[in-house]
């Protein structure tokens, strides 16, 4: 059997970015099918979002030989991007829960970015690939990860000008849009702008804002994205009587510098911040234990 596919791309004003709603009604085995887009940009690495940061990969496979256990292949893990920027100019493709991707080189010496949406196998393991001798685990058979019916996968295209650092926002802003929450609290009235946390500048990322795991304390977990050292601040806008900074453990505390109610903070390359706010005045309450706040104005 085939696969029907049906694409929506949705365009908004002021937005820079374009929007795809894919759905497949996956009726073949054993394929692996994505969706290619061709920059026009000649580089020789790309750049994937990781947990905490961004990691360079160089286009292409190592040199390899016989030797090797395994063949190499050069699809690779992202979390909200891939992004293929040259010194002037850059295409992103950001995504929700589509985490590998590809970085082709063509005969122009330009590079297709290659998004897998469907990756189909009935083994969890084989003995008879061309990519590697023997088995890899246990061969079960996994007739559901042939991935049958329908499925509906959402992407991104965002070209930019620069590097990387000038798209990476409206990346982490498809991946999370906008929710709106009905509440019966409060007079309806409401300021244009407000933030429980601002964050300057917009290359150190908010990873998490949560209430501390043994107090009333707030954890603000944040990193630094850009490829170079940066230095920032961090303002928590609501009472606090210390900050400390910990591990992700949330130990080993060690105290914070405030001036103004203002952290000032230094992070090198994908380094890691965690800071406690000790409240001792106030609690927030959590619906469902979630907790959702605005950094950067968004």
């Keep these: 059997m085939g696969c029907e596919i049906v694409s929506r791309v949705r365009l908004y004003p002021g937005v820079a970015r374009i ?7 996956n009726g073949a085995e054993d394929h692996r099918l994505g969706v290619h887009f ?7 690495r790309s750049s ?15 040199d390899f030989d016989d030797d090797w256990l395994e063949t190499p292949v050069a699809t690779y893990p992202q979390k909200a991007f891939v992004d ?15 985490p590998e991707y590809e970085a082709l080189p063509e005969a122009d010496g330009s590079i297709t970015i290659a998004l897998t949406l469907l990756r189909c196998v009935s083994w969890l393991s084989r003995d008879d690939l ?8 246990p061969p079960l058979f996994t007739p559901g990860a042939q991935m049958p019916g329908r499925w509906t996968f959402h992407y991104s295209i965002i070209p930019h000008t620069g590097g990387r650092e000038t798209a990476y926002r409206e990346a982490h802003r498809f991946l999370r849009p906008l929710r709106a929450v009905r509440t019966a609290r409060g007079s309806g009235v409401l300021p244009m702008e407000g ?3 601002d964050i300057d500048p917009p290359e150190i990322v908010l990873s998490a804002l949560k209430t501390a795991e043994d107090d009333d304390g707030i ?35 060690e105290g914070v510098a405030v001036e103004d109610g203002v952290v000032k903070l230094e992070l090198r390359p994908n380094e890691i911040a965690t800071l406690k706010f000790s409240t001792g005045m106030w ?13 950067n104005g968004q």
């Excluded at 929007?19 to 009604?25: C, G, L, P, R, S």
């Excluded at 061309?130 to 685990?137: L, S």
């Excluded at 850009?226 to 949330?250: K, Y």
């Design 219 to 253: 954890i603000a977990r944040v990193y630094n994205i850009a490829s170079r050292a940066v230095e920032g601040s961090l303002r928590f806008n609501q009472p606090f009587s210390r900050v400390e900074r910990t591990d992700l453990n949330e130990e080993r505390a």
């Design 19 to 25: 929007d795809f709603e894919t759905e497949i009604n």
């Design 38 to 44: 061709p920059t026009g940009i000649g580089a020789d």
């Design 130 to 137: 061309r990519t590697r001798r023997g088995h890899a685990g």
């Design 48 to 62: 994937a979002e990781q947990h905490f940061g961004v990691i360079e990969r160089p286009i292409g496979l190592p």
């Design 283 to 295: 609690r927030i309450a959590l619906p469902a234990g979630r907790l959702q706040a605005s950094t």
């Design 195 to 197: 933030s429980l946390i």
């Design 84 to 98: 293929i920027s040259d010194t002037t100019r850059g295409m992103m493709i950001a995504n929700r829960g589509l």
